[in-house]
């Protein structure tokens, strides 16, 4: 199969990009190195660990002559586009940049697949379109009304755009929501790659609430199993939703502790009140994905963290 990866040397794009080339697939992917979130030469370290394996181009998807181009010049079977402006808090400060990255930038995607005949588009979205909720765990029929964070709105407008272009010109579609991917090559702005830094610096994490909050995290290698379980049943012309996440949670005050035990080192913990656009929990429902995808994940958080840590002091 030859496939299309936006943000291919973004964490999870790097590795879903390794795991598709050790499986047969070509890959042509698409990056623009962005700096939002983290420095361009981390995002080409990632690319260099793929070597000549994957047919890269440097762009934006935003380009639509570039999209254009590159859909003209490949015969794609489908597209797998994970490339977005990520992260709740920053979000908050740009919304009209996360609008026209994530909403333009997947129209542009689709309307490319459209125009080519590419009848599979896999959308990575997020757990965050659940909103601020107690009410768990969460369900793919759950009303995704109230996302608390433009860059949840920005995602859960993709997620209905894909929906728009299945029933219109059936392409098949399928929207993922990751629930706190973590593992090697995680973004450093991220909470356990940031905490562990902190922590092995010496300096104080930052510890919003009492502690209380709670994540369901899901590791790496999980996640690409359910990308790649998904791309291959996305067909028939059919939206679908998925959840991926660990279907666990673990509270922010128990995580720290893991990052402890992981990097050999005590916190200085800074405690500051509840952010804007977090929410209190995420707790990810898998039934829809185990029935279709045979997803089950197998890493639980006290293994995941460990790898995460193993990977971690290796680095400079």
Same mark, same amino acid.
Request: hydrophobic letters at 40%.
């Given at each position: 199969?030859?496939?299309?990866?936006?943000?291919?040397?973004?964490?999870?794009?790097?590795?879903?990009?390794?795991?598709?080339?050790?499986?047969?697939?070509?890959?042509?992917?698409? /990056?623009?190195?962005?700096?939002?979130?983290?420095?361009?030469?981390?995002?080409?370290?990632?690319?260099?660990?793929?070597?000549?394996?994957?047919?890269?181009?440097?762009?934006?998807?935003?380009?639509?002559?570039?999209?254009?181009?590159?859909?003209?010049?490949?015969?794609? /079977?489908?597209?797998?586009?994970?490339?977005?402006?990520?992260?709740?808090?920053?979000?908050?400060?740009?919304?009209?940049?996360?609008?026209?990255?994530?909403?333009?930038?997947?129209?542009?995607?689709?309307?490319?697949?459209?125009?080519?005949?590419?009848?599979?588009?896999?959308?990575?979205?997020?757990?965050?379109? %659940?909103?601020?909720?107690?009410?768990?765990?969460?369900?793919?029929?759950?009303?995704?009304?109230?996302?608390?964070?433009? %860059?949840?709105?920005?995602?859960?407008?993709?997620?209905?755009?894909?929906?728009?272009?299945?029933?219109? %010109?059936?392409?098949?579609?399928?929207?993922?929501?990751?629930?706190?991917?973590?593992?090697?090559?995680?973004?450093?702005?991220?909470?356990?790659?940031?905490?562990?830094?902190?922590?092995?610096?010496?300096?104080?994490?930052?510890?919003?609430?009492?502690?209380?909050?709670?994540?369901? %995290?899901?590791?790496?290698?999980?996640?690409?199993?359910?990308?790649?379980?998904?791309?291959?049943?996305?067909?028939?012309?059919?939206?679908?939703?998925?959840?991926?996440?660990?279907?666990?949670?673990?509270?922010?005050?128990?995580?720290?502790?893991?990052?402890?035990?992981?990097?050999?080192?005590?916190?200085?913990?800074?405690?500051?009140?509840?952010?804007?656009?977090?929410?209190?929990?995420?707790?990810?429902?898998?039934?829809?994905?185990?029935?279709?995808?045979?997803?089950?994940?197998?890493?639980?958080?006290?293994?995941?963290?460990?790898?995460?840590?193993?990977?971690?002091?290796?680095?400079?």
């Amino acid at each position: 199969m030859k496939i299309f990866l936006t943000g291919v040397a973004g964490f999870i794009g790097s590795h879903l990009a390794a795991r598709l080339v050790a499986r047969g697939d070509s890959v042509v992917g698409l /990056d623009n190195f962005d700096e939002t979130l983290y420095p361009a030469p981390l995002h080409r370290r990632n690319l260099a660990l793929l070597g000549d394996t994957v047919d890269f181009t440097e762009g934006d998807f935003l380009d639509a002559d570039l999209v254009e181009r590159l859909f003209a010049a490949h015969r794609f /079977d489908a597209v797998i586009h994970l490339g977005a402006l990520a992260g709740v808090r920053p979000s908050l400060a740009q919304p009209k940049r996360y609008q026209r990255v994530n909403i333009e930038g997947t129209l542009n995607l689709l309307e490319a697949c459209r125009a080519h005949a590419v009848n599979r588009f896999v959308f990575a979205s997020s757990s965050s379109v %659940y909103g601020a909720r107690n009410e768990v765990p969460f369900r793919e029929t759950d009303p995704a009304v109230k996302p608390a964070s433009p %860059y949840a709105a920005s995602k859960r407008a993709g997620e209905l755009f894909c929906s728009n272009y299945s029933d219109l %010109y059936a392409i098949a579609t399928s929207a993922l929501r990751f629930f706190t991917v973590y593992g090697p090559r995680q973004r450093p702005e991220m909470a356990i790659h940031k905490f562990a830094r902190l922590i092995r610096e010496g300096k104080p994490v930052p510890f919003y609430g009492d502690g209380s909050t709670a994540r369901d %995290y899901t590791f790496i290698d999980d996640i690409i199993d359910g990308v790649v379980a998904s791309l291959d049943q996305c067909q028939g012309g059919a939206h679908r939703v998925y959840n991926l996440g660990g279907s666990r949670t673990t509270t922010l005050a128990r995580l720290v502790e893991l990052i402890e035990a992981g990097v050999g080192k005590q916190a200085i913990l800074d405690r500051q009140p509840d952010q804007p656009g977090d929410v209190p929990i995420t707790y990810a429902d898998v039934t829809h994905a185990a029935r279709d995808l045979d997803y089950a994940p197998k890493v639980p958080i006290e293994d995941g963290i460990a790898r995460f840590c193993a990977w971690f002091k290796e680095q400079p």
